[in-house]
């Protein structure tokens, strides 16, 4: 009796190394390699695009700079950029059809320049307009998230030129 436990324990290990050793799937181990062929293209032009593009495990995070894609202090984006967040918005409504728990943080941030309340409304203003062209998109509206942080969380220092350029963007994470 006792020999036939030692044997169902061995086998019982067996079989869960052997689960151990098979290779990952998209599903189970999100990398950019293992991603479908027609989401890395959507990556490549989204990164083309000048935005940042920061993996870490299954959390994308997207860093838009919103100099570079709205018109200066204003919620409206400059002439053809909205076909580069459409590109965007087509990989995060792809990778949610997988991820189906996943949900969609969109931040936007300024500088230090105008006073407090300015500053959070145009924020959000960023935000809106990036999460209304995800649903237009087909991004489903029950994961996004989108808010206005104002001057809050700088990547960088606002005593620079380049430094408020950095803080000014719009940060899209989905997790």
Known sequence: MRGWKIIVVIASVCACLTGCDSAMTYASNPSINNLPNEQRMRLARVEASGIQIIKEGA????????????VKSTRELKDHRDVDIDTLAYFVRDYLQVFSDA???????????????????????YAKTIATLFLEDGVD???IVARGKGAGHPIASNHYPMGTSFNRRVEIIIQ
């Open 141 to 143: 509206g029950r994961k």
């Open 59 to 70: 959390r994308f995070t997207f860093e838009i700079p919103t100099d570079c894609f709205f």
């Open 103 to 125: 949900t969609v943080s969109i931040t936007g941030y300024t500088d230090t320049s105008w006073i407090s309340p300015t500053r959070d409304r145009l924020s959000l203003q």
